[in-house]
């Protein structure tokens, strides 16, 4: 004769833990949410004693820059910032010694940065190497 | 006449060990962060072709208010060029990386003094910057 069982058994997970593993699950998925590496893009720029010999030895290509977008200036001449690299690697293709590649960027004072990243960018995709030129500041006294 | 107290029995509970340790484990991930700077205001600049940055002992920022931080802290820009030589030391190779985070819109006369000095402290400069996504 077979003998039944009264009832089922229960079998629940103990809900007293259920709030410590949500909160362990949150602090995990912060954790791991803010862990994100950062990206971005080298750049060589080389020291400003050796950008005064090399600029005295050859003439340079010289891009300059103003808070205005849309156009730089390549050799003195104002181009729009999209034709930049072609103009760039036009002149570069004819300059295969890595010294004549080397780029003069120029900035006013008010160019903003994200566009600095953008002329930089096209510079150093044309093949060539940039090199930093700032305006002088000079202070005179009057006596 | 006295009466005898029963021992207590004081044991740890062992059902939250597991807890513990993860607790714990999180909390030194947190700590490990090289340099905390994510307390500082700054949007990257954006830009098509990004690489992995990496891992570097000095973090320069130029927050929205254009002040500048050395690690996370407040420097002067004429303190900037000889605290990150003193940081890099006589590192070699990837070690000389100095992280370099200008907010977008901060301008020439702010962002390229830093890229002097870092230029002058001997570090391989490398620009935070954000994924450019191409609009369909």
């Known amino acids: 004769m077979r003998i039944r069982r009264k009832g089922k058994l229960l079998v629940e997970p103990p809900s007293s833990a259920t709030g410590d593993i949500a909160f362990n699950l949150i602090v995990f998925f912060l954790v791991c949410a803010s862990i994100e590496p950062d ?8 020291r400003s004693e050796e950008n005064r010999e090399k600029k005295e030895e050859v003439k340079n290509i010289e891009v300059a820059m103003t808070a205005n977008l849309n156009a730089v200036s390549l050799n003195g001449d104002t181009v729009r910032t999209s034709e930049l690299g072609s103009r760039l690697a036009r002149i570069l293709k004819t300059k295969p010694r890595p010294e004549d590649r080397i780029v003069i960027v120029k900035s006013k004072t008010d160019t903003p940065y994200h566009h600095w990243i953008d002329v930089t960018a096209e510079i150093e995709q044309s093949g060539g190497q940039i090199t930093i030129q700032r305006e002088e500041v000079q202070t005179i006294e009057v006596q | 006449m006295k009466i005898s107290r029963r021992p207590l029995a004081a044991n740890v509970p062992s059902m939250a060990m597991g807890d513990i340790a993860f607790n714990l484990l999180i909390f030194f991930v947190i700590l490990a962060k090289a340099t905390d700077d994510s ?39 004429a303190q900037l060029a000889p605290q990150i030589e003193q940081i890099l030391g006589s590192t070699t190779g990837d070690d000389r990386r100095v992280l370099l985070k200008v907010h977008r819109d901060a301008t020439a006369n702010h962002f390229e003094p830093i890229i002097e000095a870092v230029s002058e402290a001997g570090g391989t400069i490398m620009h935070v910057l954000e994924e450019k996504r191409l609009k369909k």
């Open chain 2, 39 to 77: 307390h500082l205001q700054w949007d990257p600049a954006e830009t098509i072709d990004v690489t992995r940055a990496g891992a570097a002992k000095v973090s320069v920022v130029i927050d929205a208010d254009s002040k500048y931080y050395l690690n996370g802290q407040q420097v002067g820009i």
């Open chain 1, 39 to 46: 990206s971005g893009r080298p750049q060589e720029i080389p």
